[in-house]
T-cell receptor, first 117, second 112 residues
Framework: NAGVMQNPRHLVRRRGQEARLRCSPM?????VYWYRQLPEEGLKFMVY????????ESGMPKERFSAEFPKEGPSILRIQQVVRGDSAAYFC???????????????FGEGSWLTVV | AQSVTQLGSHVSVSEGALVLLRCNYS??????LFWYVQYPNQGLQLLLK??????LVKGINGFEAEFKKSETSFHLTKPSAHMSDAAEYFC??????????FGKGNQVVVIP
């Protein structure tokens, strides 16, 4: 049973280019989350999606960042016109659902490391 | 809003000694708490979780954590450190919409 799959693992972009990060959730998981880990900081929540729906984007920067989770295919985190401050590790996570007394466990992918030069 | 605090960004422990990583939470409702481990350039791996069942939670790799409501704590321990335990450890609490709020992490260094 494959885990959360992210690609690319490493991505280098020049300032002003676009970065696209892809995430395939674990089999049977319908909920996807994106987190960002900046140097010397912990992980920060960005966005929570279900198929074709954005449930919570309270952690997304207001500009240049967008996310989707289409009916078919992986979830995409898109960063337009990247700047040096976007250099970070971006982690995707998935869970089977939400809520419940057991507290749905969230499983993380290996991460995508974005470097903006 | 629910949050967690981890003190001491770097923790050094001798091989074979007790590993103790502290996590205190702030929550107005019974919390769901988690410990994750991150090895260099890798993703987060779940060590253990507390979901209001047993207060002493056993996880992988010999780690365990005890939920203490009176102290609002969920400290992580391992009786005997191994070189392979060198990694970064994050405490997290579940917020609404299944978001996780993470502490700043503890970088564990194991001294031979």
């Amino acid at each position: 049973n494959a885990g959360v799959m992210q690609n690319p693992r490493h991505l280098v972009r020049r300032r002003g280019q676009e970065a696209r990060l892809r995430c395939s959730p674990m089999k049977g998981h319908s909920h996807v989350y994106w987190y960002r880990q900046l140097p010397e900081e912990g992980l920060k929540f960005m966005v929570y999606l279900q198929k074709e729906n954005i449930i919570d984007e309270s952690g997304m920067p207001k500009e240049r960042f967008s996310a989707e989770f289409p009916k078919e295919g992986p979830s995409i985190l898109r960063i337009q016109q990247v700047v040096r401050g976007d250099s970070a590790a971006y982690f995707c996570a998935s869970s089977p659902g939400y809520g419940g007394s057991s507290g749905n466990t969230i499983y993380f992918g290996e991460g995508s490391w974005l470097t903006v030069v | 809003a629910q949050s967690v605090t981890q003190l001491g960004s770097h923790v050094s422990v001798s091989e074979g000694a007790l590993v103790l990583l502290r996590c205190n939470y702030s929550s107005s409702v019974p919390p769901y708490l988690f410990w994750y481990v991150q090895y260099p350039n890798q993703g987060l791996q779940l060590l253990l979780k507390y979901t209001s069942a047993a207060t002493l939670v056993k996880g992988i790799n010999g780690f365990e954590a005890e939920f203490k409501k009176s102290e609002t704590s969920f400290h992580l321990t391992k009786p005997s450190a191994h070189m392979s335990d060198a990694a970064e450890y994050f405490c997290a609490v579940r917020r609404g919409n299944n978001r996780l709020a993470f502490g700043k992490g503890n970088q564990v260094v194991v001294i031979p």
